[in-house]
């Protein structure tokens, strides 16, 4: 039995390549037909709270696959539903990116985050985690997870810290030397 | 009964020493500034200032707008650079004020030393950067009582805060002694203040070049400035960058010696330039 020319070359280049690339072949598999091996939830789908307010919340990054996940990092991420409404993530928290240790087959790991509401209105937060190109991981392709809707409502603290008798307190004592020595003074002449 | 020798002759006493002539100079203007004059307004009004930034960082420290080093090295900023104006428009006052008020010509009549003059009043005019920085210590312990940065802004405000003072305080005086007119004085020298003001508000980009960085290095209120925030927001030992004190050491150093040396000649009934 013979096969024709072109078939028997395009024979040798897809064993050549399943040779040459299987973590390719099977990266590209896994991304265009099957579900992604690393799946994100979080411990709670919403939150209310006061601006300045600062809440925590835990993410769960399972690896649903079959091989060890090396090398993910996890991200906090946070947006406005409200448009012109300013944000900057930084300002919600300072430590927003997590460096994940390997997770092995159908295991999973926790992430805590602890964020400050520091603008009112409708917030989404969610986390996002992908692999290092360098570790060879899975995904490279981001993994995000369900946001954390926070309703942050304005409440204005006139009294932020407890500054208020200091910044009250200071210059009334000014015065009040002021007022003394003039009183003196007059008192004299 | 007889007089003894003892009770013949009294006791001798011993003179009172005589105080130096800037000391009495010193306390003269020190009284004028602090129970006649408007010293206390202005600690007042500086008081009042000191309290809005400190109710801005506390509020905007609350909402992690700012970081706490960063609150108290705007605190710091604040009171080290409207202490140094102060300081400045106070001594800018000293002589071309008494030349307004027609007093300067009796103060020359005593026999002090012209330069026992200007010092005493030189002393005079850091008293108010004394008091001012006395005022600022509430609000940084405030800011900085969580994060132990209290006894870093303390020292290095009082270091760069003391050198510009001075500075500015010699700079005034020499202004002073060479302007005709109370208003001429107060005029150049807020111009002054302006001019070394306005490299500290450079957008951050044009600080970044060469000739940025010698314009802040040169300028003695940029440079003190730079400093202070060098220890009290990137936790920076005082020797690391030392050599940003060169020029507020230098300005400090130089105008104290023009304001001492120099001006005192140049402290006439009229003012005007040295003939």
Known sequence: ?189 | MEATAEQATPKAVPAPRARPAWAVVALQELRDLWLYGRGLPLALGFSALLSVVTYLAASNQSLNFLEVHEAVNLALQVGVAVGAIITLLTAADAISGERERGTLESLLLTPAPRRDLVVGKLLAALSVWLVLFVITIPYLWFLGRNVGAVADALGAGATVGTLVALSLASLGIIISALTSTNRLSLSISLFVLLALFAPTQFPTGAQSGWFGDFLLRVNPISAALHWMGKVVVDGHSWGHDADWLISPISAGVVLTAIAVLAAPRWMRLRGGSPG
């Open chain 1, 1 to 189: 039995m013979s096969f024709p020319r072109s078939l028997r070359l395009a024979l040798i280049a897809l064993l050549a390549a399943a040779l040459i690339a299987p973590g390719a072949v099977g990266v590209a598999s896994a991304a265009s037909t099957e579900s992604p091996p690393v799946g994100i939830a979080l411990s709670r789908p919403s939150t209310s709270v006061g601006i300045g307010d600062s809440f925590s919340f835990t993410s769960t990054i399972t690896n649903a696959g079959s091989l060890p996940v090396s090398g993910l990092v996890a991200h906090l991420n946070v947006l406005s539903f409200t448009h012109g409404v300013y944000v900057d993530p930084e300002d919600w928290s300072s430590n927003r990116t997590r460096y994940l240790d390997p997770i092995p087959p159908g295991h999973s790991t926790t992430v805590d985050w602890t964020v400050k509401a520091v603008n009112g209105g409708d917030f989404g937060i969610y986390v996002a985690a992908l692999g290092t190109p360098a570790a060879g991981a899975v995904p490279i392709e981001p993994t995000v997870s369900p946001a954390l809707v926070a309703h942050v409502t304005e409440q204005r603290n006139v009294n932020p810290q407890g500054v208020v008798p200091l910044a009250l307190g200071v210059p009334a004592a000014v015065a009040a030397a002021m007022g003394a020595l003039r009183l003196r003074m007059r008192r004299r002449s």
